[in-house]
């Protein structure tokens, strides 16, 4: 009997090719089984069969499935070439003229087919690394528009054919390929990054179901996803992604060109720029491909050497960089060191600063684009056959890895069998000469990229001065001699390090970077203003990171790090406690310009995005994870700008909201991701979630400080009896309360890095015992008819601060009605001062009873005193000046109040004063991790000033509870 040749195989993979064949056989009928041993007896198949079944279980279980389609593919002579995109086409639309032919069935076996020759040819190397990529790439195009054409066909049949308004003529839907599918470079097992564009508004022409052409292609986009991306028992065609589309995940799923054409020359960044140089149009007509390329090319490429995005990419690199550290990538062969992404990068730099005037680099494939580079002197003699020749290895080693199991992945191996399959597959006769190979190209890709755009300057020389030793030999008097005046205390420091249980189970190379690292850390010390201190807070980071010794050795190998690290420890105990709580952070200090400039909205979400962009927006933990670092990055370079001086105090607080509202947003994807591809999507109007979240508090009124939490209200805005779109349906209801918990989940669970926020929902219509997620009109009926006035006073702090807009504007319209209520003013103030009364007796802490100690915020004269007086103005005189609705926070409420003459503009700008004054020393004091309580004799002009404007505005003297109002059962303020 003929059986596939394993000659020349590991044993355990002849085994492993043996069983595959014998169960193939075991499925196969008669006429199949005998068809399938010809085609290894009449052709040179045998061998390949062997290497083919051995090395790739993707392969395996697709002949193991339909051994009738498999023989059919041996028999086929497909086996011997490549097909180009005309003939995928050709067979493609036979198999889908069938009668019967189930759409998403037939283009998943067709996929299943054509990847199954096209990963033996490549694991049998009947194709080159080019080719393959060539090959793979024209199969999802054909796929993409064979599905653009099926769901175009249903949607005309329904609503008719879009039309422009200009003009009346047919529109068609352009997707746009990015990234690797967009160089036609795409790999064996790869999602296929889209974007959708059209080329101008009008509607269908149905005389009766007429839809806009936004609402048209948007229903079309997601046919063609849910063609290709959903699995069934057949599995996939291709994984869909998104989010390269302007605004990405919250931003509409299709746009008219002008509209693609304006976002990108108005808002485009750096990294749109960098991916949008492999765009390709893959459908929609050759004329409007070339129309829409056209556009877009100023975008992209600039008209001169484009020094100016220099800096940007700078920015990308030292993310790659971190990202490799942070997330120890070293077993990826695209994302690790020296790996794909990091020629890719090489590449596309170049290209986006020397495209403009040098156009042959206005290129999409790679390959070309360094020969290029070379020529022009862009890259050294040489280098850029060093590059192509790691790259294609790397490729190689992606294919072996990717067709093993048909899975996404790029992370080497860790089990036998896979591993023996790798080396084989390139060439080598051991994993470990596998290793061997992989590192020589990735130190040299490593070498080149560490060399573009390198930072100006060099890190500090070292210091020739002798050092503090680090062994037993060290006592008290060299330390005291050194500068440490409390040297006995610091002494005793250091030996429990010495003689920690962590220290003395070190591998050596851990101990030899201790030794190392210590004495310029004792020297470091000595240039803070009190070096015993600065070292107690600093010690236990490096307990924390002692057997982390990558982190030392950054340290070590970055004095300017290590100086920023001092600098920022000697400045406030709460950063050096957020950094031994996180010691990946310490990634921040490399780059001092970023360390101490927080980025604004605009530039938080362009990072936000990069970072979370080639996440899979399913995986949960991974986005989680990238969340907890981008926050916890932010507030340290947020308080390293606070101390460093570089940010007032209304910065500070607008920097830390603007970053609270950028990581919801992307809380409100992930969630809406997860739950949608559980139960498909509610019954809504229009595109956005009919979801939004409102922040009360401190994040409504823009005042978050260092570890505020969340004042939080979900409002969702559709049809109540509606139901979800997708097979395991459930109500609207139950899936907005589920959106709300997620979010929730998101934001609250505690994870290496912590949580993101706490968060309080008591603020939310009937408090503890309300529904998580109101409707808009149940939001209306209770803040009309039931709420009561200090829940009035918290809507003055109340401001949309993520999800959709349109339920925004119907719940700014009931926060506007509701505050511009005309009011009896007696009772008004009466209610006021009692919640006033009742807040202090309960939350001002009994030692600052006293009057020997003031307490910042609650304390007579103190911060909520101050809101208190706004948030009542706000309520008796909204009506008569609605502007005082317009804003949330307290200084510019008291700005409006001032200039509408409703308070005396010299007392306002005393309040203003004090209000600053109040929370700057709070949070001067969080970042010393002190509480905000001072002595009575501080702030005594300003407490006096509060309390004189409380009288004369509240008439002071009434006290006492509310007792005809519980706070749903808990004591929470309103402000």
């Not at 194709?127 to 993409?144: F, G, H, K, P, V």
């Not at 003689?499 to 003395?504: A, D, G, H, N, V």
């Not at 001072?934 to 300003?942: G, H």
């Given at each position: 009997m003929t059986e596939p040749d394993v000659a020349g195989l590991a044993p355990a993979l002849a085994d492993n090719a043996q069983a595959v064949w014998a169960s193939i056989m075991e499925r196969a009928d008669t006429e199949t089984a005998a068809a399938l041993q010809q085609a290894l007896a009449a052709t040179d198949l045998a061998r390949e069969c062997g290497r083919a079944l051995a090395c790739s279980r993707f392969v395996a279980e697709q002949a193991r499935r339909n051994p009738a389609t498999f023989s059919a593919l041996l028999n086929s002579g497909d086996l011997a070439h490549s097909l180009t995109a005309k003939q995928y086409a050709q067979r493609l639309a036979e198999a889908l003229d069938e009668p019967t032919a189930d759409p998403m069935a037939v283009l998943r076996r067709f996929r299943n087919r054509e990847m199954l020759r096209?990963?033996?040819?490549?694991?049998?190397?009947s194709a080159d690394t080019r080719e393959t990529i060539a090959d793979t790439s024209a199969l999802a195009d054909t796929c993409i528009a064979a599905a653009q054409s099926l769901a175009m066909a249903q949607l005309q049949a329904r609503h008719g054919i879009p039309r422009g308004r200009s003009d009346g003529a047919e529109q068609n839907l352009v997707v746009l390929a990015m990234g690797k599918l967009g160089a036609a470079e795409l790999n064996v097992s790869s999602d296929i990054d889209l974007i959708f564009a059209f080329p101008e508004a009008g509607e269908t022409d149905h005389p009766d179901k007429p839809l806009s052409n936004e609402e048209f292609f948007t229903r079309l986009g997601r046919a063609i996803i849910k063609l290709l991306d959903q699995p069934t028992a057949d599995g996939f065609v291709f994984r869909v992604d998104m989010r390269l589309r302007p605004y990405g995940e919250s931003g509409?799923?299709?746009?008219?060109?002008?509209?693609?054409?304006?976002?990108?020359?108005?808002?485009?960044?750096?990294?749109?720029?960098?991916?949008?140089i492999k765009a390709r149009p893959v459908t929609g007509g050759e004329a409007n491909g070339q129309t829409l390329m056209s556009a877009l090319r100023p975008f992209v490429y600039r008209r001169y050497v484009d020094f100016g995005v220099i800096e940007s990419l700078r920015s990308m690199k030292q993310m790659i960089q971190t990202e490799v550290r942070r997330k120890g990538l070293q077993d990826n062969v695209k994302l690790g060191s020296g790996g794909i992404r990091d020629v890719e990068f090489i590449a596309q730099c170049l290209q986006l600063i020397r495209g403009g005037r040098d156009t042959a680099l206005q290129r999409r494939e790679l390959l070309p684009v360094l020969d290029e580079c070379e020529r022009l002197g862009s890259l050294p003699p040489g280098v850029a056959k060093v590059l192509r020749d790691a790259y294609l290895f790397l490729r190689d080693s992606e294919h072996a890895i990717q067709g093993f199991d048909d899975r996404q992945s790029q992370t080497l191996p860790g089990d036998e069998l896979p591993r023996l399959a790798m080396a084989t597959l390139m060439g080598c006769d051991s994993w470990d000469d596998y290793l061997s190979v992989l590192e020589s190209h990735r130190e040299r890709v490593a070498q080149h990229f560490s060399e573009l755009i390198a930072e100006p300057g060099a890190d500090a020389p070292e210091d020739a001065e002798e050092l503090l030793p680090w062994d037993a030999s060290l006592d008290a008097a060299m330390l005291a001699k050194a500068g440490y005046r409390q040297s006995e205390d610091t002494l005793a420091r250091l030996d429990t390090l010495r003689e920690s249980r962590k220290l003395l189970s070190l591998q050596s190379e851990g101990r030899e970077r201790l030794?190392?690292?210590?004495?310029?850390?004792?020297?470091a010390c000595l240039d803070s203003e009190d070096p015993d201190r600065t070292l107690a807070r600093l010690l236990p980071l490096v307990t924390a990171v002692v057997r982390r010794s990558a982190y030392l050795?950054?340290?070590?190998?970055?004095p300017r790090a290590l100086q920023q690290l001092v600098l920022l420890g000697s400045a406030s105990p709460w950063i050096a406690t957020q950094l031994e709580r996180s010691p990946v952070l310490l990634d921040e200090l490399l780059d001092s310009a970023s360390l101490y400039s927080a980025p604004d909205r605009e530039a938080l979400e362009n990072e936000l995005q990069q970072q979370v962009l080639r996440l899979p927006i399913d995986d949960l933990e991974a986005q989680m994870d990238a969340l907890r670092y981008f926050k916890a990055s932010h507030v340290l370079r947020v308080a390293a700008s606070e101390l460093g001086g570089q940010l007032p105090l209304m910065q500070v607080s607008d920097k830390l909201t603007f970053l609270a509202e950028v990581i919801l947003g992307q809380v409100i994807a992930i969630a809406w991701a997860d739950l949608v591809a559980k139960y498909g999507e509610p019954d809504r109007q229009g595109d956005g979630y009919g979801f939004a979240i409102f922040g009360y508090g401190k994040l409504g009124g823009i005042e978050l400080g260092h570890g505020s939490d969340l004042d939080l209200v979900f409002v969702q805005d559709s049809a109540s009896q509606g139901v979800t779109s997708g097979p395991r349906q459930i109500d609207n209801v139950m899936f907005y309360t589920r959106l709300g918990q997620r979010i929730i989940h998101i934001l609250e669970t505690r994870m290496m890095l912590g949580q993101l926020y706490e968060v309080d929902m008591r603020l939310r219509p009937s408090g503890a015992s309300g529904m998580l997620v109101t409707t808009c009109e149940g939001f209306r009926s209770y803040q009309s008819d039931s709420a009561w006035t200090?829940?009035?006073?918290?809507l003055v702090r109340a401001r949309?601060?993520?999800?959709?807009?349109?339920?925004?504007?119907?719940?700014?319209?009931?926060?506007?009605?509701?505050?511009c209520r005309e009011r009896d003013l007696e009772a008004l103030r009466h209610e006021v001062l009692a919640m006033r009364s009742r807040m202090r007796e309960h939350l001002l802490p009994a030692r600052c009873k006293a009057g020997d100690l003031f307490h910042l915020k609650q304390g007579e004269g103190g911060i909520v005193d101050i809101e208190f007086m706004v948030q009542y103005a706000v309520l008796a005189w909204a009506y008569q000046v609605p502007e005082l609705v317009r804003w949330s926070d307290n200084v510019r409420l008291l700005e409006t109040l001032a200039q509408k003459s409703l308070f005396d503009p010299a007392d306002c700008e005393l309040l203003t004063e004090a209000y600053l004054a109040y929370r700057s020393a709070s949070h001067q004091l969080a970042l010393q991790q002190i509480e905000g309580v001072v002595p009575a004799n501080e702030f005594v002009p300003q407490r006096e000033a509060v309390r004189r404007c409380w009288d004369t505005l509240l008439c002071h003297g009434i006290a006492g509870g509310n007792d005809d109002k519980e706070l749903n059962g808990e004591t929470h303020e309103p402000g």
């Amino acid at each position: 009997m003929t059986e596939p040749d394993v000659a020349g195989l590991a044993p355990a993979l002849a085994d492993n090719a043996q069983a595959v064949w014998a169960s193939i056989m075991e499925r196969a009928d008669t006429e199949t089984a005998a068809a399938l041993q010809q085609a290894l007896a009449a052709t040179d198949l045998a061998r390949e069969c062997g290497r083919a079944l051995a090395c790739s279980r993707f392969v395996a279980e697709q002949a193991r499935r339909n051994p009738a389609t498999f023989s059919a593919l041996l028999n086929s002579g497909d086996l011997a070439h490549s097909l180009t995109a005309k003939q995928y086409a050709q067979r493609l639309a036979e198999a889908l003229d069938e009668p019967t032919a189930d759409p998403m069935a037939v283009l998943r076996r067709f996929r299943n087919r054509e990847m199954l020759r096209i990963v033996w040819r490549d694991f049998c190397r009947s194709a080159d690394t080019r080719e393959t990529i060539a090959d793979t790439s024209a199969l999802a195009d054909t796929c993409i528009a064979a599905a653009q054409s099926l769901a175009m066909a249903q949607l005309q049949a329904r609503h008719g054919i879009p039309r422009g308004r200009s003009d009346g003529a047919e529109q068609n839907l352009v997707v746009l390929a990015m990234g690797k599918l967009g160089a036609a470079e795409l790999n064996v097992s790869s999602d296929i990054d889209l974007i959708f564009a059209f080329p101008e508004a009008g509607e269908t022409d149905h005389p009766d179901k007429p839809l806009s052409n936004e609402e048209f292609f948007t229903r079309l986009g997601r046919a063609i996803i849910k063609l290709l991306d959903q699995p069934t028992a057949d599995g996939f065609v291709f994984r869909v992604d998104m989010r390269l589309r302007p605004y990405g995940e919250s931003g509409a799923l299709v746009h008219n060109f002008t509209a693609l054409e304006e976002y990108y020359q108005d808002q485009g960044r750096d990294w749109e720029r960098y991916a949008m140089i492999k765009a390709r149009p893959v459908t929609g007509g050759e004329a409007n491909g070339q129309t829409l390329m056209s556009a877009l090319r100023p975008f992209v490429y600039r008209r001169y050497v484009d020094f100016g995005v220099i800096e940007s990419l700078r920015s990308m690199k030292q993310m790659i960089q971190t990202e490799v550290r942070r997330k120890g990538l070293q077993d990826n062969v695209k994302l690790g060191s020296g790996g794909i992404r990091d020629v890719e990068f090489i590449a596309q730099c170049l290209q986006l600063i020397r495209g403009g005037r040098d156009t042959a680099l206005q290129r999409r494939e790679l390959l070309p684009v360094l020969d290029e580079c070379e020529r022009l002197g862009s890259l050294p003699p040489g280098v850029a056959k060093v590059l192509r020749d790691a790259y294609l290895f790397l490729r190689d080693s992606e294919h072996a890895i990717q067709g093993f199991d048909d899975r996404q992945s790029q992370t080497l191996p860790g089990d036998e069998l896979p591993r023996l399959a790798m080396a084989t597959l390139m060439g080598c006769d051991s994993w470990d000469d596998y290793l061997s190979v992989l590192e020589s190209h990735r130190e040299r890709v490593a070498q080149h990229f560490s060399e573009l755009i390198a930072e100006p300057g060099a890190d500090a020389p070292e210091d020739a001065e002798e050092l503090l030793p680090w062994d037993a030999s060290l006592d008290a008097a060299m330390l005291a001699k050194a500068g440490y005046r409390q040297s006995e205390d610091t002494l005793a420091r250091l030996d429990t390090l010495r003689e920690s249980r962590k220290l003395l189970s070190l591998q050596s190379e851990g101990r030899e970077r201790l030794h190392a690292f210590m004495p310029r850390f004792l020297k470091a010390c000595l240039d803070s203003e009190d070096p015993d201190r600065t070292l107690a807070r600093l010690l236990p980071l490096v307990t924390a990171v002692v057997r982390r010794s990558a982190y030392l050795a950054l340290l070590l190998e970055n004095p300017r790090a290590l100086q920023q690290l001092v600098l920022l420890g000697s400045a406030s105990p709460w950063i050096a406690t957020q950094l031994e709580r996180s010691p990946v952070l310490l990634d921040e200090l490399l780059d001092s310009a970023s360390l101490y400039s927080a980025p604004d909205r605009e530039a938080l979400e362009n990072e936000l995005q990069q970072q979370v962009l080639r996440l899979p927006i399913d995986d949960l933990e991974a986005q989680m994870d990238a969340l907890r670092y981008f926050k916890a990055s932010h507030v340290l370079r947020v308080a390293a700008s606070e101390l460093g001086g570089q940010l007032p105090l209304m910065q500070v607080s607008d920097k830390l909201t603007f970053l609270a509202e950028v990581i919801l947003g992307q809380v409100i994807a992930i969630a809406w991701a997860d739950l949608v591809a559980k139960y498909g999507e509610p019954d809504r109007q229009g595109d956005g979630y009919g979801f939004a979240i409102f922040g009360y508090g401190k994040l409504g009124g823009i005042e978050l400080g260092h570890g505020s939490d969340l004042d939080l209200v979900f409002v969702q805005d559709s049809a109540s009896q509606g139901v979800t779109s997708g097979p395991r349906q459930i109500d609207n209801v139950m899936f907005y309360t589920r959106l709300g918990q997620r979010i929730i989940h998101i934001l609250e669970t505690r994870m290496m890095l912590g949580q993101l926020y706490e968060v309080d929902m008591r603020l939310r219509p009937s408090g503890a015992s309300g529904m998580l997620v109101t409707t808009c009109e149940g939001f209306r009926s209770y803040q009309s008819d039931s709420a009561w006035t200090w829940e009035h006073q918290a809507l003055v702090r109340a401001r949309f601060v993520a999800g959709d807009a349109t339920v925004a504007a119907r719940v700014d319209e009931v926060r506007r009605d509701v505050l511009c209520r005309e009011r009896d003013l007696e009772a008004l103030r009466h209610e006021v001062l009692a919640m006033r009364s009742r807040m202090r007796e309960h939350l001002l802490p009994a030692r600052c009873k006293a009057g020997d100690l003031f307490h910042l915020k609650q304390g007579e004269g103190g911060i909520v005193d101050i809101e208190f007086m706004v948030q009542y103005a706000v309520l008796a005189w909204a009506y008569q000046v609605p502007e005082l609705v317009r804003w949330s926070d307290n200084v510019r409420l008291l700005e409006t109040l001032a200039q509408k003459s409703l308070f005396d503009p010299a007392d306002c700008e005393l309040l203003t004063e004090a209000y600053l004054a109040y929370r700057s020393a709070s949070h001067q004091l969080a970042l010393q991790q002190i509480e905000g309580v001072v002595p009575a004799n501080e702030f005594v002009p300003q407490r006096e000033a509060v309390r004189r404007c409380w009288d004369t505005l509240l008439c002071h003297g009434i006290a006492g509870g509310n007792d005809d109002k519980e706070l749903n059962g808990e004591t929470h303020e309103p402000g």
